[in-house]
């Protein structure tokens, strides 16, 4: 059990590049989970895979994010035309059906400059 | 929408001293978790509650839940500094297809020698 990975760690971008995230879960599990959290709050969820499949998405996610999960494993969560205020730390988490506990990576901080 | 409220945000106690966090939720829920999260690093699980009366220990942590009143607390008991980081209760709630985790602001814990 390696643990949920992320990557890049830290992405500095300038306002209006897209930038692209990933996630690696815990292998077998089939639930995978991204949240964003800004300083001094909890995270919010942002969007939930089972397997393959995209089955929710908070409002928070506007039409410039976009996530996928290919073949149920790695995901990857983009931002198009990037702003100031996507500025956070984006955690993936993962979990194995029936068992709800939840894994988080470390999170990639994004700082849109 | 649901609201999770944790309190007190910020907490400064001496070693070997005991506090208690509270977490307040405002809708129907039987189930709680409790993570810790250190400054840069992923959060871990420390406690799942999945029922009314729950009460979990590890170390001089101790959680429990009451769900008729909403509430669940995070005890501390003689604190060393090691403890220090911060702590968020989360609420579970289902969501269309989803378990989604609803968190609180969090309580940056340190404690001082």
């Known amino acids: 059990d390696t643990g949920v990975s992320q990557n890049p760690r830290h992405k500095i971008t300038k306002r209006g590049q897209n930038v692209t995230f990933r996630c690696d879960p815990i292998?077998?599990?089939?639930?995978l989970y991204w949240y964003r959290q800004t300083l001094g709050q909890g995270p919010e969820f942002l969007t939930y895979?089972?397997?393959?499949?995209?089955?929710?998405k908070s409002r928070l996610l506007s039409d410039r994010f976009s996530a996928e999960r290919p073949k149920g494993s790695f995901s990857t969560l983009e931002i198009q035309r990037t702003e100031q205020g996507d500025s956070a730390m984006y955690l993936c988490?993962?979990?194995?059906?029936?068992?709800?506990?939840?894994?988080f990576g470390s999170g990639t901080q994004l700082s849109v400059l | 929408e649901l609201k999770v409220e944790q309190n007190p945000l910020f907490l400064s106690m001496q070693e070997g001293k005991n506090y208690t966090i509270y977490c307040n939720y405002s809708t129907t829920s039987d189930r709680l978790y409790w993570y810790r999260q250190d400054p840069g690093k992923s959060l871990e699980s420390l406690f799942v509650l999945l029922s009314n009366g729950a009460v979990k220990q590890e170390g001089r942590l101790m959680a429990s839940l009451d769900t008729k009143a909403r509430l669940s607390t995070l005890h501390i008991t003689a604190a060393v500094h090691d403890l220090s980081a911060t702590y968020f209760c989360a609420v579970d709630v289902l969501s269309g297809s989803a378990r989604q985790l609803t968190f609180g602001s969090g309580t940056q814990l340190t404690v001082l020698p």
């Open positions: 292998s077998e599990h089939n639930r």
């Open positions: 895979f089972q397997n393959e499949a995209q089955l929710e």
């Open positions: 988490a993962s979990s194995r059906d029936g068992y709800e506990k939840l894994f």
